[in-house]
């Protein structure tokens, strides 16, 4: 059973010693049950081989940890009596929903049920709120996949525009946006997975609102987790980083 799972995760030959550290792993705590009181069912059959969790560190998504921690404390300081998330991680939603009421929408609605958050259906390109309806909105991480067919939507090379559009036109006016996409030194599609922005262009993007507050999530960890106001020369230096927009309506 475990030489079978073996062979389907197709490991490279720096890790072929690995199972044999976990079978002697297994035989070791086998040994360990015979000097205490068993309490559990300790047997093959319910093998589950996790072999690439002994590290020195805890490794973790760079973009979706510290974007998420940088959209909660950001809709802490705006406080509004709700706040709306369109397609952003579940996550964020579930954990702010712990001290503002928040709805989540996402083309493909989840099955979230938490106190205090409302999971609903909606397409970017057709949010379903009145004009200037919306003071606190969030759209983070999802812009930059619309129109590459990823998730099974239309092509459409404006994809992003038409839905940066209906943000702009749902959000009322000196209400507050969450904007997070993929930052870069320049403007790129890895097709099919996401676009790739540069600042100037968000900026471009959004020239009719006021930017409050930027940060980047820089590509390489040396570089600083969540740096706020990052230098040109950093910048520069991005292929793939992460950059979060707070942005008001004028």
């Known amino acids: 059973m475990l030489q079978k799972w073996i062979k389907s995760r197709r490991q490279p030959k720096s890790e072929e010693k690995l199972p044999n550290q976990f079978l002697n792993e297994f035989q070791g705590l086998q040994q360990l049950e015979q000097s205490t009181q068993k309490r559990f069912e300790l047997s093959e059959q319910h093998f589950y081989p996790c072999l690439y969790d002994k590290t020195s560190t805890t490794a973790f ?59 609903g259906k909606a397409d970017l390109l057709a949010l379903p709120f009145e004009s200037g309806s919306v003071s606190s909105l969030s759209c983070m991480h999802t812009i930059e996949h619309i129109g590459l067919a990823r998730y099974g939507d239309p092509l459409d090379y404006d994809g992003d525009l038409k839905a940066i559009q209906e943000l702009k036109r749902v ?3 000196g209400g507050s946006l969450l904007f997070v996409v993929p930052l870069g030194n320049e403007n790129v599609i890895c097709f099919n997975a996401h676009r790739i922005y ?11 609102f006021e930017l409050k ?35 008001l309506k004028k």
């Open 198 to 208: 540069s600042k100037a262009h968000v900026l471009e993007l959004f020239a009719d």
């Open 61 to 119: 998504d760079r973009h979706y940890v510290y974007h998420t921690a940088w959209a909660v404390r950001t809709v802490k300081k705006i406080n509004p009596a709700k706040h709306i998330d369109v397609s952003s991680s579940l996550y964020f939603s579930a954990l702010l929903s712990a001290f503002i009421p928040v709805e989540f929408y996402d083309y493909r609605p989840a099955n979230l049920q938490l106190d205090n958050l409302r999971s």
């Open 213 to 247: 507050e930027f940060s980047l999530i820089p590509e390489h960890e040396e570089d600083g987790g969540l740096v706020e106001n990052p230098t040109d020369d950093l910048l520069q230096k991005q292929f793939y980083g992460c950059g979060c927009f707070w942005f």
């Open 171 to 173: 959000l009322s006016p």
